[in-house]
């Protein structure tokens, strides 16, 4: 175990909002053994940029991890040419061009069918209404599994994220994981045929173009799900509760003196949807004067890096005037996220244009308080929003 000083949580404290912790270690305890979460945990922005990169210190391999088990082996957690390889055998589905020229037509398609029937209602929880089937009918069409209702999207991409988060051996939680695997090893089965004959740009297609192992493929259209459907979902609900509750921030981006770009990039930066990456100690290291042992766990803290004040004036503050380049809501090395331009234009082009476009006065519904949560993935549990129908 690594010699870093210990730092205690409350887990419930720490889900419902982990910020006032991560400052207090970013000042006191920067690299820290957390024993509520078994890990050592980088919480500054600049100790993550620079060590994410030593793959050879802090591994993806995980081969005793819940994700190889339950997912199987996904490059997400491979190191060195065995990622690079199959990254950039799934490159040609999720590059800018391919964003630019295939999905955002199909993004904005989504968009207005879902607005189409939700725009006369006036008032809808935009969590379940909006940003859960939009985030779920574009990752259909980028995984290729558009045999699958979006409902079961979204249900089986967050089974799959708790069975891996399930470090209590919990049965049910575990059980309901297989069942999603189990559901999108289906999908798969039923669309190769489709996507051999009429092959496409989604992910299902080109792997299975590029040769990749069946079993390598299936473990990457699941890391795709799972990796892929909250976060713009999270995202395009927290954009427009940002925009709501700032409605100053509101008006820049009205008047045009700011863009939904600035909008989506803020919001990441401010929350990001994903707040932690896991690592594995591959060898002895010391650095920022903490020994790490092989096999430790490390947790890279995005959501902490992003409100690093020695990178970002007055981090706790939603601005989108401010520049957001040092942000790593995206990561900050080889697994550097493959959706982020499909997730820009999802978001910024797509989501947060259409919705203040279609529902005009869109506002708070004060009798549903919106609720947000978690630290590891954080974001609105529900948005109760009225506009003018
Ligand atoms: C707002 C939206 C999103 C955010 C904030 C986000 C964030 C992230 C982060 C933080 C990582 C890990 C980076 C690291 O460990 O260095 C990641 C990896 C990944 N994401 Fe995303 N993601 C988003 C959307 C998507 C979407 C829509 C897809 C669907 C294709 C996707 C697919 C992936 C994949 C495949 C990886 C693994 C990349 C690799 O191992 O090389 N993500 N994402």
Redesign the pocket.
Known sequence: MSNAPHYNIDVGAFWADPYPDLARMRKEAPIAFVPQLGSTVLTRRDDIYSQ?KRIDVFS?HQPAGLMNRLMGHN??RKDGEA?MSE?AQ?FPA?SPRVVKETWRARFQAHADRILEELAPQGAADLVKAFALPLSAEC?KD??GLTNMRYQDMDAWSQAMIDGIANYTGDKEVEARCHAATAGIDAAIDDMIPVVSKRPNAS?LSVLLGAGQPMESIRA?VK??IS??QN??R??ISGSVWALLTHPGQLALVRDGRAKWIDVFEEY?RWI???GM?PRRVAKPWRYGGVDFAPEDRVF?M?GSANRDEACFSDPDRFDITRGTSKSI????????????F??RA??ADVALPSLFARCKGLRLDPSEPAKIGGWAFRGLLNLGVKWDA
């Open positions: 994410e993806s490059m997400m990622h990254r799934m999720v990752l980028i995984t992910i990457n890391l795709a990796g892929g976060e713009p999270d995202a990441a990001a949807p994903i990456s890279l995005f809501a995206f990561g900050a090395g080889p697994h550097y996220c493959a959706g982020a499909a997730s999802m978001v």
